[in-house]
């Protein structure tokens, strides 16, 4: 009996054990209650070891069931676990992310976050602008004593510099293969200016109306020359990073961008007017702030793809095939010779669209004209900024709208129409000589602009290749320079004229008039000839 209950403590020993993660299988117990060899187990410890074997072998089979259970019960809370991971991963997680979403314009990330930061830029660079321009007129009128005439020529003059600027600026990106680097040059032009405009009032104390106003005019020429040399590549480099399929969503975007800038800055130097009692020094100071956040945007969050992979592949066909060969150096003289010969190879499509566009801009005088008809019906000075912000919040509002329906629908009838919501506004502020003819007339030109100014660009460039963007802008920045140009100085002379005959600042809303109907019959004969020569080659196919 001794030797039959020590065999089944040994036994039992093992089953033990096994619950507590030894490692021994179910089979264990019973190769464990074998009796040695030769030794002689009496009937009755046969069947207590029987017994007992049994029992183990069912608690393991119990064991490795509960163990089977809570492996797949831990393994089901892990993969809940991830999923909900996932899915926390998969969710925009803020309200950043969700605008992100909708901004989407590229599916290549990188692309599309250019896009972004570059709107971003445009927009900081409008906060600056409208901070200075929202005042400059009723400065240069009531503190320097300037006439519309002067005041047309005043801008004339300074659009005309910054749109010839764009000639050089295109060309040079283009050369240089470097849109950014082109860009900052302007955007530090912009942080520079701004403290000029900050030393008129100082320039006026000590020397008088005459200096400070040729001071003005040299800050407000420099400051249209970082515009315009800012401009093209940044307009070239959006059509580079966008494809055909989205670019007016691409370029709508950095307008919508842009425009609520101009919200931005106007309200707040309508805050700082009225809290500083006019104080236009500080106004100018403060406006240099976003500039300079613009330019370490620029820098450090955008990244330019190369203009043309066609290029690329020509490029590395040429090195595999050919042996290596010295590089030519050439002047800077011949360099823009070549590219004036690429103006020359644009094709027709591109100068019949550059015609339509720069009799538009005929009628898109500056902002000026248009504030000092609303001061001249009563509006106060710290409230002119705020029709300025009603303006620049319906063209945040409705560009990236307008052109997702233009890439989506007809691009046609949004410029037509557009054309037409300029003619409307010329005459609210014609024929409307109130604050309510004024706001009326700021809500239309709003439209106006949300409607046509992104989708100007892009048909400009639609029928340009990557490698001639930075060329063919650079030519329309000349052509509508002209036509800007031209168009500030009319609308001042116009304005004297009709202020002789009494009838107020009106002037330039003529010639805005005849300007934009002229403009919409250049557009519907565009469309006429695109549609006949399409024709045409389906017809000969």
């Known amino acids: 009996m001794t030797m039959a209950f020590l065999a089944s403590c040994a036994a039992l020993a093992p089953s033990r054990s096994n619950r507590h993660g030894t490692g021994l299988s179910a089979s264990a117990p019973a190769a464990a209650l074998a009796p040695r060899d030769g030794a002689v187990v009496p009937a009755q410890s046969?069947?207590?070891?029987?017994?007992?074997?049994?029992?183990?072998?069912?608690?393991?089979?119990?064991?490795?069931?509960?163990?089977?259970?809570?492996?797949?019960?831990?393994?089901?809370?892990?993969?809940?676990?991830?999923?909900?991971?996932?899915?926390?991963?998969?969710?925009?997680?803020?309200?950043?992310?969700?605008?992100?979403?909708?901004?989407?314009?590229?599916?290549?990330?990188?692309?599309?976050?250019?896009?972004?930061?570059?709107?971003?830029?445009?927009?900081?660079?409008?906060?600056?602008?409208?901070?200075?321009?929202?005042?400059?007129?009723?400065?240069?009128?009531?503190?320097?004593?300037?006439?519309?005439?002067?005041?047309?020529?005043?801008?004339?003059?300074?659009?005309?510099?910054?749109?010839?600027?764009?000639?050089?600026?295109?060309?040079?990106?283009?050369?240089?293969?470097?849109?950014?680097?082109?860009?900052?040059?302007?955007?530090?032009?912009?942080?520079?200016?701004?403290?000029?405009?900050?030393?008129?009032?100082?320039?006026?104390?000590?020397?008088?109306?005459?200096?400070?106003?040729?001071?003005?005019?040299?800050g407000k020429i420099i400051d249209r020359l970082s515009k315009g040399v800012r401009g093209a590549p940044l307009d070239a480099l959006i059509a580079d990073l966008s494809s055909p399929g989205t670019r007016n969503r691409a370029f709508s975007v950095n307008y919508s961008f842009a425009t609520f800038g101009g919200v931005v800055g106007s309200l707040a130097c309508s805050l700082m007017m009225y809290l500083t009692q006019s104080n236009y020094k500080l106004v100018f100071i403060l406006a240099t702030l976003p500039a300079v956040l613009s330019l370490f945007l620029l820098l450090t969050q955008v990244s330019q793809p190369s203009l043309t992979k066609d290029a690329e592949k020509v490029a590395s066909s040429s090195k595999s095939d050919a042996p290596a060969q010295p590089v030519e150096k050439t002047s800077m003289r011949e360099s823009v010779a070549k590219q004036w010969a690429e103006i020359r190879k644009l094709p027709p499509d591109f100068y019949f669209c550059s015609i339509i566009v720069a009799t538009l801009y005929m009628?898109?005088?500056?902002?000026?004209?248009?504030?000092?008809?609303?001061?001249?019906?009563?509006?106060?000075?710290?409230?002119?900024?705020?029709?300025?912000?009603?303006?620049?919040?319906?063209?945040?509002?409705?560009?990236?709208?307008?052109?997702?329906?233009?890439?989506?629908?007809?691009?046609?009838?949004?410029?037509?129409?557009?054309?037409?919501?300029?003619?409307?506004?010329?005459?609210?502020?014609?024929?409307?000589?109130?604050?309510?003819?004024?706001?009326?007339?700021?809500?239309?030109?709003?439209?106006?602009?949300?409607?046509?100014?992104?989708?100007?660009?892009?048909?400009?460039?639609?029928?340009?290749?990557?490698?001639?963007?930075?060329?063919?802008?650079?030519?329309?920045?000349a052509l509508s320079g002209v036509s800007l140009a031209g168009g500030n100085i009319l609308a001042g002379m116009l304005n004297d004229y009709s202020s002789s005959l009494g009838l107020g600042g009106v002037g330039c809303f003529w010639g805005g008039t005849a300007a934009t109907l002229l403009a919409t019959t250049f557009l519907l004969a565009y469309y006429a000839w695109k549609a006949r020569s399409q024709a045409q080659k389906e017809a000969s196919s």
């Open 46 to 218: 046969r069947r207590v070891l029987g017994a007992r074997a049994g029992f183990s072998s069912v608690a393991c089979n119990r064991k490795s069931r509960s163990d089977r259970v809570g492996r797949c019960l831990a393994e089901k809370t892990d993969q809940n676990e991830v999923e909900k991971g996932d899915a926390s991963d998969d969710a925009p997680k803020s309200i950043l992310q969700k605008a992100l979403a909708y901004l989407s314009i590229e599916d290549d990330p990188a692309k599309n976050r250019s896009l972004i930061v570059l709107a971003l830029v445009s927009h900081l660079w409008t906060v600056s602008n409208l901070m200075v321009v929202s005042v400059l007129p009723v400065y240069m009128r009531d503190e320097l004593g300037l006439s519309n005439s002067k005041i047309g020529m005043f801008e004339g003059a300074a659009i005309a510099a910054a749109f010839f600027s764009k000639v050089f600026s295109g060309v040079i990106s283009d050369m240089l293969k470097s849109r950014i680097g082109v860009i900052s040059v302007g955007a530090v032009m912009t942080i520079l200016v701004k403290p000029m405009f900050a030393g008129a009032g100082i320039v006026q104390q000590f020397f008088g109306n005459v200096p400070a106003f040729y001071w003005l005019f040299s």
């Open 363 to 477: 009628a898109r005088f500056s902002e000026s004209f248009v504030i000092l008809r609303a001061r001249g019906v009563g509006v106060s000075n710290a409230s002119l900024p705020l029709l300025l912000t009603v303006n620049q919040l319906i063209q945040a509002l409705l560009s990236y709208p307008m052109g997702w329906l233009a890439d989506s629908m007809s691009s046609q009838a949004i410029l037509v129409t557009g054309f037409l919501v300029l003619v409307a506004a010329n005459a609210a502020f014609m024929f409307l000589p109130s604050v309510f003819g004024i706001i009326l007339g700021f809500i239309l030109i709003g439209v106006h602009m949300s409607m046509t100014q992104a989708n100007t660009k892009s048909l400009l460039s639609s029928s340009l290749s990557s490698t001639q963007r930075g060329a063919g802008f650079a030519f329309f920045a």
